[in-house]
T-cell receptor, first 116, second 116 residues
């Protein structure tokens, strides 16, 4: 079984400042890693994912995350945030060998609050 | 293309009642999964259906059951509702089951269930 820890429930940051949302996972097997974003009253949208290959993955809207196997982390970063980035961010893992049938295991989420 | 749609958007039920939630998968998607998201928590995997058969289940009791129809629409049924069943229920669809999550999950906006 896997587990995901998102250490910060809320992260306030000023507009145009950099931000890092932390995610650590625990698993006895190889995993796929994901970041999802949830805007108010909406479902989740995939932000980026790590399946294999380069440990640094990037989204089209400026976010990036780096898979660190030794530290079992998958922190999300953005060099300069905008008001529109205000949302709930969820880190998730999936067992590589499960074929997807085991579902995703999510963290509790981090609320990113952008202050003008 | 049409995304994942869920109905109803909100629902209020009394403890002990039964409820059915509905989901229309994104066009071309043959795999659907359901998640429960309690207030302030990350989504929790309930189960997954592929070609009308349940092929994965999370840690939920049997009173949570589902169906997937030939047109890939889906239902989540919950019997003997309890107060703790109050949550946002999310449906997600994707194409195929092989190569877990190579094809990303597409989430609907959810059904907010309140049990009183």
């Amino acid at each position: 079984a896997q587990s995901v820890t998102q250490l910060d429930s809320q992260v306030p940051v000023f507009e145009e400042a950099p931000v890092e949302l932390r995610c650590n996972y625990s698993s006895s097997v190889s995993v796929y890693l994901f970041w999802y974003v949830q805007y108010p009253n909406q479902g989740l949208q995939l932000l980026l994912k790590y399946l294999s290959g380069s440990t640094l993955v990037k989204s089209i809207n400026g976010f990036e995350a780096e898979f660190n196997k030794s530290q079992t982390s998958f922190h999300l970063r953005k060099p300069s945030v905008h008001i529109s980035d205000t949302a709930e961010y969820f880190c998730a893992v999936s067992d590589v060998s499960g074929g997807g049938a085991d579902g995703l295991t999510f963290g509790k989420g981090t609320h990113l609050i952008i202050q003008p | 293309e049409t995304g994942v749609t869920q109905s109803p958007t909100h629902l209020i039920k009394t403890r002990g009642q039964q409820v059915t939630l509905r989901c229309s998968s994104q066009s071309g998607h043959n795999t659907v999964s359901w998640y429960q998201q309690a207030l302030g928590q990350g989504p929790q995997f309930i189960f997954q259906y592929y070609r009308e058969e349940e092929n994965g289940r999370g840690n939920f009791p049997p009173r949570f059951s589902g169906l997937q129809f030939p047109n890939y629409s889906s239902e989540l049924n919950v019997n003997a509702l309890e107060l703790d069943d109050s949550a946002l229920y999310l449906c997600a669809s994707r194409q195929g089951t092989g190569g877990a999550y190579i094809s990303p999950l597409h989430f609907g906006n959810g059904t907010r269930l309140t049990v009183t």
